[in-house]
């Protein structure tokens, strides 16, 4: 049961990211548009503390109209290494300075729209 690109245009883009519109072959042979984002590689960070506490920024987000949880996050800039891009987003988010970083994983969370991947690390200590 897999979908096969025929062919991909974009329909617009600017640094962070691309709105595709893909022609999808679907396994019965028929055709779907699919619009899809190209978006840069994200790098996540936090500090876990020696009490298994998790350095957390309490956002808005006014496309869901929330509030919740996030870890601190941002796209990896041209020529970045993606460890320091994550420290570099920890340190501008919320103003500590992470330790050490550690690959947890890398997740593909909305792979059915995007081909955004999560690097995320953590550091067992920080400093402001």
């Known amino acids: 049961m897999q979908w096969t690109k025929q062919n991909e245009q974009t329909v617009y883009e600017n640094r962070w990211f691309s709105v595709n519109l893909a022609d999808v072959e679907l396994p019965d042979g028929r055709h779907l548009d699919h619009f899809l ?30 509030w919740g949880w996030e870890l601190a996050a941002g796209v990896v800039e041209d020529g970045e290494d993606i460890a320091s891009a994550a420290a570099r987003e920890l340190e501008e988010e919320t103003g500590w300075r992470p330790g050490p970083l550690h690959h947890l ?20 200590h920080g400093s402001t």
């Not at 994983?105 to 690390?121: C, F, K, Q, W």
């Open 37 to 66: 984002i190209r978006l840069r590689p994200v790098a996540v960070a936090t500090v876990v503390n020696e009490a298994n506490e998790v350095l957390l920024l309490w956002r808005h987000r006014f496309i869901t109209d929330s």
């Open 105 to 124: 994983m890398s997740v593909e969370p909305s792979n059915g729209l995007t081909d955004a991947r999560h690097h995320i690390y953590w550091s067992d």
